[in-house]
């Protein structure tokens, strides 16, 4: 089995049709078909299925193509880690960051580690645990800060750095301020502004409400843009749950929005650095990670 063939039947998971394939490899259609009728012999299954806009995997063929992204991901590794080896580069490192990280350990960490390693380099993305996790699993990214889930993540592994409060939030003269009791009460027929669905925060107060025999929150606005958010729950009647160090340090809502204190809707998240499990990390990660756990111990 060839590894060239194996790149063949990626590109040709990733057009569905054979003469796309053949058109973007610079081949011809019948050389792309001998490839993949080659592997077949070899393994004695059929990988591909012709459908009416094209081919398609087969079972079998999504399985080989899982096996042929992780060599392919080890291929780069290899050829990254004799490069740095050979050049002495500091390297470069691609980091995925949820939001609450980003703001309060990301930056600081960031600059320590070009005063510490000049030449290094550095892409940061952002985004949330449902698109970060799997490209850093599918080395897309070296490094991921997010929050820690209950249950281990396979594949990957975790450096714990800090606990960061997350909690209901509203304007400051909300109603539900001025509450001394019947503040749950409040909290469960109030109307929200939300990040999007199969976030961790959104999970983790859809389950509170669940525990609490209190339904689902009711959600009217829903946005992946935090200054919306908080602008619109600053001149309405809305909750939010966000973190609130996030919510402080951006620009002047630590005035205009309050926590609500409910300990029930109060969940003190860890946030972790996670890495892959297997294969190459480059020395920059490592120093990465140790400065992200120097920021988070200040504080």
């Known amino acids: 089995m060839e590894l060239r063939d194996l790149d063949y039947l990626r590109s040709v998971a990733i057009n ?3 003469g796309r394939t053949a058109l973007s490899l610079g081949l011809t259609q019948p050389a792309i078909t001998k490839c993949i009728a080659r592997l077949e012999r070899e393994l004695a299954v059929k990988l591909i299925e012709r459908t009416p806009k094209g081919v398609r995997l087969t079972i079998c063929g999504e399985h080989l193509v899982a096996h042929a992204e992780r060599l392919h991901a080890a291929d780069d590794d290899i050829r990254r880690e004799l490069t740095e080896l050979a050049t002495g580069q500091a390297g470069h490192v691609r980091i995925g960051t949820g939001l609450s990280a980003s703001q309060h350990l990301l930056p600081t960490a960031c600059i320590d580690l070009l005063k510490r390693c000049p030449g290094v380099t550095m892409d940061i993305s952002s985004g949330n645990s449902e698109t970060l996790f799997p490209a850093l699993r599918e080395q897309k990214l070296d490094l991921v800060l997010a ?10 592994r975790h450096t714990y750095l800090m606990r960061d409060r997350v909690t209901v939030i509203s304007r400051a003269n909300h109603p539900v301020q001025k509450m001394r009791g019947k503040k749950i009460d409040a909290i469960a027929n109030a109307s929200w502004a939300m990040p999007p669905l199969a976030t961790l925060p959104w999970e983790w ?3 509170r409400f669940r525990d609490l025999g209190l339904g689902m929150p009711k959600c009217v606005v829903r946005t992946d843009s935090l200054p919306t958010l908080l602008q619109i729950v600053a001149e309405t009647d809305l909750l939010a749950f966000q973190s609130w160090s996030v919510v402080s340090q951006t620009r002047n ?9 409910v300990e029930d809707f109060t969940w003190n998240r860890p946030v972790g650095a996670f890495t892959r499990e ?18 988070a111990g200040s504080k």
């Not at 929050?147 to 990957?156: K, Q, V």
């Not at 809502?253 to 204190?261: E, F, G, H, I, Q």
């Not at 990390?281 to 920021?295: F, G, N």
Request: aromatic content about 4%; cysteine-free; hydrophobic content about 40%.
């Open 147 to 156: 929050s820690i889930p209950s249950s281990a993540i396979p594949g990957l």
């Open 253 to 261: 809502y630590s005035k205009l929005l309050r926590p609500v204190a």
């Open 278 to 295: 297997h294969g190459y990390r480059s020395p920059v990660v490592d120093r990465l990670v140790e400065a992200l756990e120097e920021v």
């Open 205 to 207: 107060l859809a389950q």
């Open 16 to 18: 569905g049709h054979l």
